[in-house]
């Protein structure tokens, strides 16, 4: 992305007019809290989907001033995520969020084929982190796809370029992430790599820039570049970095926030409207990031006709 840190995006959305998000089990301290500083910065209103007593007790602790006539009572989780995505789905709501629920329980109702959210493109997680003296880096997929085959690889990638292009970044820098930069038939991400950095070439990945396999370090760091020798357009500035597996992303994602000190926030692309999926245990503001996100998210859509 473009913007040099969270700030910049916070203003950017409030350009757009405030987007309704639906917040499947919203009976969380934390969520409560990144949705009234979202409604105080005007950037959206909610629908509170959860247990309506714990949602207006943490309201009354939070000093949040609710409108009841926002709060739907559900008893269960699996009913907190059908609600959230029929808000969604009829267009009362413009953003889906995770709240107080399980990730695998609200992408059921999103992947449901009569009353879900798909579009036809495939559903993939990013997670844009803001580095300590480094600019955003996105991370995909560290949440949804669990390991997924080489063309789901693929249009995860275009997934992920298309946002940046939305966001202002023509020809984003994605670094396929690998133990090493040889090519190794024993390590399927380096196969991985050389294979999605042609497709690329080849024009299989439309607008990115697209080279694997690449170590972490490399992906980030000039200097690694530098000392091991490596002629790449991407490796020492990489914009995303993509895993071929959930195990990989899942877990670099939370070394990334908990000892790099990275401020994450998350969006998943491919639905009729963006999602907020974060973790539970992620701080109101990374929350309250994520919301501000996907505002702008829902908002380039919007504009660009896509919603």
């Not at 009354?60 to 559900?74: N, P, Q, R, T």
């Not at 267009?91 to 695998?104: C, L, P, Y």
């Not at 789901?152 to 990638?157: L, T, V």
């Not at 539970?280 to 501000?292: G, L, P």
């Amino acid at each position: 992305m473009l913007f040099r840190d969270y700030d910049e995006i916070v203003q950017e959305a409030k350009k757009f007019a405030p987007v309704t998000v639906a917040v499947a089990g919203a009976d969380d301290s934390a969520v409560m809290e990144a949705l009234k500083r979202a409604e105080l910065e005007g950037l959206a209103k909610p629908i509170l989907i959860g247990v309506k007593s714990e949602i207006l007790r943490i309201a009354e602790e939070l000093d949040y001033k609710i409108c009841h006539d926002s709060v739907i009572d559900a008893s269960s989780p699996d009913e907190c995520a059908y609600e959230a995505v029929r808000a969604a789905a009829e267009e009362r709501a413009g953003i889906v969020m995770k709240g107080r629920i399980q990730t695998s329980v609200l992408m059921k109702a999103v992947f449901n084929k009569e009353k879900g959210l798909r579009t036809g493109r495939i559903i993939s997680h990013v997670f844009f982190i803001k580095l300590p003296g480094y600019k955003f880096v996105g991370l995909t997929d560290g949440g949804i796809n669990i390991a997924p085959e080489l063309p789901e690889q693929a249009a995860i990638i275009q997934n992920a370029a298309d946002f940046c292009h939305l966001m202002g970044l023509a020809m984003p820098k994605v670094a396929v992430l690998a133990p090493v930069e040889t090519v190794s038939e024993k390590i399927p991400s380096t196969l991985y790599g050389a294979v999605l950095s042609k497709m690329a070439d080849r024009g299989q990945i439309k607008g990115a820039l697209v080279d694997g396999p690449l170590a972490f370090d490399s992906a980030l760091l000039p200097e690694s570049v530098k000392e091991k020798g490596i002629v790449s357009d991407v490796a020492g500035d990489a914009d995303i970095l993509f895993v071929s597996d959930i195990d990989m992303g899942n877990g670099l994602f939370k070394g990334l926030v908990h000892f790099g000190k990275g401020i994450p926030a998350a969006v998943i692309l491919g639905a009729k409207t963006p999602i907020i999926v974060t973790s539970r245990a992620d701080s109101s503001e990374c929350k309250f990031y994520s919301i501000a996100l996907n505002v702008l998210y829902a908002g380039k859509l919007k504009k660009a006709g896509e919603i």
